[in-house]
């Protein structure tokens, strides 16, 4: 079997040889302090000739527990799985939840993922980590039943940021807040969209500021208005430096329209529609404004780049 692969079933890993030392967990947004877990369990696999796995759901737990008003996520769960094996993760187990998942005892779960997966060796958590029925298992239980089965248990101190732990709750928060230097110093990296360029109206074209109109439908919504941002075709290696909007452009659109990434390059770009494109947000520039008319947007517009290269010239 080659690696890396990404897997639906427990069952499709049954060629796998060699011990298995399995991180688990959501791991919405690969961010610093799931790297402290993950890593680890890379670091073990190494040392010993074994594989490095993954485990994570889809749906979110919160789709289960709390369908009206389910986690809103920072990637989708396609784009995580192709961050953790960017990472070095060997195999990504993509385990269906369901009711029957969340109601396994606690006390049972182990050796539950001890049958499904023989050659487990090791597992490792965060600190805060819960499962089983009623989320009424922790790091406590799952020693306990290792003991029993053979299988090592690692947990991960909580990593923090300025004295506050880090979490994906906590990055939702200031991605919404605007605050995207914050994001990317929790994330570890910048944060990052792709998306397909689409036509527009081409208003930004009639009024100077030619854009690139990109697909993109996230799930936890930026905070709406203008960032410093470069990018480049997705797989590329050449990046541009960029200023973004992204928002509902109440100037321009009727009320109800849904939020939109508009990217102006500060040189001239290749790309087109159709064109599959990498955004990496660098420095929020203000929040989106409605103005009495396009000529004052313009001006907007003219001064907003001539922020973003100033951030480009000096950064």
């Not at 109601?103 to 539950?112: G, N, T």
């Not at 697909?215 to 905070?223: D, V």
Request: charged content about 25%; glycine content about 10%; aromatic content about 8%.
């Amino acid at each position: 079997m080659k690696f890396p692969i990404t897997v639906e079933t427990f069952k499709d890993l049954d060629a796998l040889q060699g011990p298995l030392h399995l991180a688990i967990g959501v791991f919405d947004g690969v961010h610093l302090g799931h790297k402290a877990v993950i890593e680890s369990s890379i670091f073990s696999a190494k040392r010993s000739g074994g594989i490095c796995g993954v485990l994570t759901f889809d749906p979110h737990p919160s789709r289960l527990f709390r369908p009206d008003k389910p986690t809103r996520l920072l990637m989708p769960i396609d784009y995580k799985c192709r961050m953790l094996h960017e990472v070095g993760v060997d195999v990504v187990i993509k385990k269906h939840f369901d009711n029957a998942f969340a109601s396994i005892p606690a006390d049972a779960f182990l050796s539950e993922l001890k049958s499904a997966l023989p050659t487990l060796k090791s597992i490792y958590i965060g600190e805060n980590f819960r499962f089983g029925s009623k989320r009424s298992g922790d790091v406590n239980t799952l020693i306990e039943s290792g003991k029993e089965l053979g299988v090592g248990v690692f947990s991960a101190e909580r990593i923090k940021h300025n004295g506050e732990p880090i979490s994906s709750t906590r990055i939702r928060r200031e991605l919404e807040a605007g605050c995207i230097e914050s994001v990317n110093d929790l994330l570890g990296y910048n944060y990052c969209v792709k998306g397909h360029i689409i036509r527009g109206a081409k208003l930004g074209r009639k009024i100077g500021f030619p854009t690139l109109n990109v697909a993109w439908q996230p799930e936890c919504l930026p905070c709406f208005g203008v960032y410093f941002v470069r990018f480049r075709a997705n797989g590329g290696s050449a990046w541009q430096a960029g200023v973004a909007n992204y928002g509902v452009r109440p100037t321009v659109e009727q009320i109800g329209a849904g939020p939109l990434l508009e990217i102006h390059g500060l040189a001239h770009t290749k790309l087109t529609a159709g064109d599959c494109i990498q955004v990496e947000w660098l420095q929020f520039i203000r929040g989106e404004q409605k103005f009495a008319s396009v000529d004052a947007l313009k001006e907007q517009i003219s001064k907003d780049t001539q922020v973003a290269m100033e951030i480009a010239k000096n950064g």
